[in-house]
């Protein structure tokens, strides 16, 4: 079984400071790791994903991502946020490993970025 | 914009009507996806179609009925529905099924806003 973890509804950060979205994660194999955000009455836009490799992935906006083997997670990261950044934003995982069909990604709740002048 | 339309974006229906979502992609994908999204939970897989054959049907009550006559279109038939199916509706699509790099991203349409009475 495959699961993700978003342990925080709500982050509020000043506009101009740097920002961490928290995901964990639970695959019985090697993880395939995404982020995505949603606007208001928008779908899912995609933001980056992690496969293989470097373990920082660096994705559209600004956006970056940290993969963690050992502590089995993949915050996503910032380096100064804009007030455009304020969404919904999700991670998710698949476990490259799973077998049948489907490419079936596991979601987590979402967490809510608010950016603030 | 991801290349994936959606229409209506908002449907209001009540639990005796018969009505259908539409989904289209413009990416040349050969897989579609629907997905459930309500408030404060994690996105809901509900099928997945794979050259116009569906390969996952994730549990989802026979009052939601999809149809793909084509790689490039998606549909999702609904009849007597229920209060509780009253969410937001995605659609995505992805290259096809397999998991190597860059081949399993899914783009999301904008959603179908459904609300059952």
């Known amino acids: 079984a495959q699961s993700v973890a978003q342990p925080e509804d709500q982050v509020n950060v000043a506009e101009g400071n740097p920002l961490t979205v928290k995901c964990t994660y639970s695959?019985?194999?090697?993880?395939?790791l995404f982020w995505y955000v949603q606007y208001p009455n928008r779908g899912l836009q995609f933001l980056l994903k992690?496969?293989?490799?470097?373990?920082l992935v660096k994705g559209s906006y600004g956006f970056e991502a940290e993969f963690n083997k050992s502590q089995t997670s993949f915050h996503l990261k910032k380096p100064s946020a804009l007030v455009s950044d304020s969404a919904l934003y999700f991670c998710?995982?698949?476990?490259?490993?799973?077998?049948?069909?489907?490419?079936?990604?596991?979601f987590g709740t979402g967490t809510q970025l608010k950016v603030e002048l | 914009e991801t290349g994936v339309t959606q229409t209506p974006r908002h449907l209001v229906m009540g639990m005796t009507n018969k009505k259908s979502l539409k989904c289209e992609q413009h990416?040349?994908?050969?897989?579609m996806y629907w997905y459930k999204q309500s408030a404060k939970k994690p996105l809901e897989l509900m099928f997945v179609?794979?050259?116009?054959?569906?390969?996952e049907n994730n549990s989802v009550p026979s009052r939601f009925s999809p149809e793909c006559p084509n790689s490039s279109h998606l549909f999702l038939h609904l009849h007597t529905l229920q209060p509780e199916d009253s969410a937001l509706y995605l659609c995505?699509?992805?290259?096809?099924?397999?998991?190597?790099?860059?081949?399993?991203?899914?783009?999301f349409g904008p959603g179908t806003r459904l609300t059952v009475l």
């Open positions: 995505a699509s992805s290259h096809d099924l397999s998991i190597t790099s860059n081949a399993d991203t899914q783009y």
């Open positions: 695959v019985s194999g090697n993880p395939y």
């Open positions: 992690y496969i293989t490799g470097d373990n």
């Open positions: 998710a995982v698949r476990d490259w490993g799973l077998t049948g069909g489907g490419n079936k990604l596991t």
């Open positions: 990416l040349g994908h050969n897989a």
């Open positions: 179609y794979s050259l116009e054959e569906r390969v």
